[in-house]
């Protein structure tokens, strides 16, 4: 593996950012480039796709349920484990957090701090859009500031940069790796 810029300690590590913000091709890049094993993502998306066939807040308690279970399976063992969901609402990280104390591991925050111009612009891009997502966008500048993050339990907060700040996924997947302490 070639040099990054960001070493995240093998963990818990936590996606936060609304809908469209880019989580899933950023988790997907860092697979690509071998910054993380491919089973170490956890995506409550591709979990109700595996047990649905789609995405249905109907299916959620036991969507995130089993995601739970693979996450805390993952970081029992002693390998990372990256929960890729949107964990913009508080009682989301707080239930994440709860795994890693139980596994022993520290939890890093990864941030997807993006504009509401630039999340209904790539929401519109997507095949499924999302009615609410000024409501994520709120909701993460509320609640998901680094200082807050930190006061929650994250002991590393980082902010992935994106389009607004000059990368693109592959330029900022290229900074981070996840590792052993």
Request: proline share 7%; charged share 25%; aromatic share 6%.
């Amino acid at each position: 593996m070639t040099d990054c810029t960001i070493a995240i300690p093998t963990g818990l590590v936590v996606l936060i950012g609304p809908p469209g913000a880019g989580k899933s091709s950023f988790a997907a890049e860092l697979v690509r480039r071998g910054r993380i094993e491919p089973g170490a993502v956890i995506s409550s998306d591709a979990i109700a796709a595996e047990l649905f066939g789609g995405s249905d807040p109907r299916h959620d308690p036991v969507v995130f349920g089993e995601r739970d279970r693979r996450l805390l399976a993952r970081l029992r063992r002693g390998q990372a484990a990256l929960a890729d969901s949107t964990n913009v609402r508080p009682e989301a990280r707080v239930r994440l957090l709860e795994l890693a104390r139980q596994a022993e591991v520290p939890a890093s925050a990864l941030r997807f701090p993006r504009s509401l111009l630039t999340l209904r612009a790539q929401d519109a891009a997507r095949d499924r859009q999302v009615a609410d997502i000024e409501w994520y966008h709120d909701l993460m500048l509320r609640t998901c500031a680094p200082a807050a993050l930190r006061a929650e339990g994250f002991a590393w907060v980082f902010d992935v940069p994106g389009a607004e700040d000059g990368f693109g996924v592959r330029e900022a997947a290229a900074a981070f790796c996840i590792h052993a302490p």
